[in-house]
């Protein structure tokens, strides 16, 4: 290819992938994704200690390998994130990021660059950041959020 020709890459997310056919049945064709669960965060809920009760929240400050937008930021390329987790507390990339569910509200910094924000609730109002109660400890039909 020449040095003219765009080259992009598109990350697509297993958020909603059947666990028992990505860890399971298709473990063996997936060898990146058997190194990551021995090398990277399993979950954005994770035990703090040995207790039940211990539990911690893996946001953007856990992550201590380089991201692929790091990489990608790194190498001069633009990168665009839009709610990919663990992207909150954001930080800074080439070009534009919206964190995560993990956001705790709209009052929150929750872009690079921060004139972004602005920008985004000059088109949609306060942003939303994931349906409302969903990741809520409390079960009983309240919109308390946990994060």
């Known amino acids: ?5 765009v080259k992009k890459v598109l990350v ?7 666990p028992e056919l990505v860890f399971d049945r298709w473990a063996p064709l997936l060898p990146n ?17 040995y207790s039940y009760d211990g539990m911690t929240l893996a946001t953007s400050l856990a992550v201590k390998e380089e991201t692929v937008w790091d990489i990608l930021s ?11 987790p663990p992207s909150y507390p954001p930080k800074r990339v080439n070009g534009h990021l ?17 004139s972004l924000k602005t920008e ?15 990741r809520s400890d409390e079960r009983s039909g309240s919109s308390a959020r946990s994060i």
């Open 12 to 18: 697509i997310g297993l958020d909603c992938a059947a």
């Open 120 to 134: 985004v609730e000059g088109l949609v109002g306060e942003y939303l950041f994931d349906v409302e109660g969903f």
């Open 1 to 5: 290819m020449g040095s003219a020709e």
């Open 98 to 114: 919206i964190s995560c569910f993990m956001t705790p509200d709209a009052r929150s910094e929750y872009t690079y660059p921060a």
């Open 33 to 49: 994704i058997r190194r990551l669960m021995g090398a990277g965060l399993y979950g954005f809920r994770n035990r703090k200690d």
């Open 74 to 84: 790194r190498a001069g390329k633009t990168v665009t994130l839009i709610g990919v």
